[in-house]
């Protein structure tokens, strides 16, 4: 399995990152599929997920500035984040959960985000 994360970079605050996780091995659309993210000095953290029967669910602190959401004929995850704030740097995750096995999760490598204000 391989889950790669593209997309990130600088962006001024206000601005807009889409992320992109291609997957292999498995198929984003058996999977809750899931970004999360890691600042400095914190612990990783949800940022969003969507399960195989399409349920997405958000964190409070980016409510309303994103959007998650795969492509099934390309086997990819994507987040639309806008209206991005400092507080938004961080390396963001790709993950995938198996529904059957709840315990069983990978990870990508992970893209960062620097958000400059």
């Known amino acids: 399995v391989q889950l790669v994360e593209s997309g990130g970079g600088l962006v001024q605050g206000g601005g807009s990152l889409r992320l992109s996780c291609a997957a292999s091995g498995l198929t984003v659309s058996s999977y809750t599929m899931g970004w999360y993210r890691q600042a400095p000095g914190k612990e990783r953290e949800l940022v969003a997920v969507i399960s195989s029967g399409g349920t997405t669910h958000y964190a409070d602190s980016m409510k309303g500035r994103l959007t998650i959401s795969r492509d099934n004929a390309k086997n990819t995850l994507y987040l639309q984040m806008n209206s991005l704030k400092s507080e938004d740097t961080a390396m963001y995750y790709c993950?995938?959960?198996?529904?059957?096995?709840?315990?069983?999760?990978?990870w990508g490598q992970g893209t960062q985000v620097t958000v400059s204000s």
């Open positions: 993950a995938a959960r198996d529904e059957v096995i709840a315990t069983l999760w990978y």
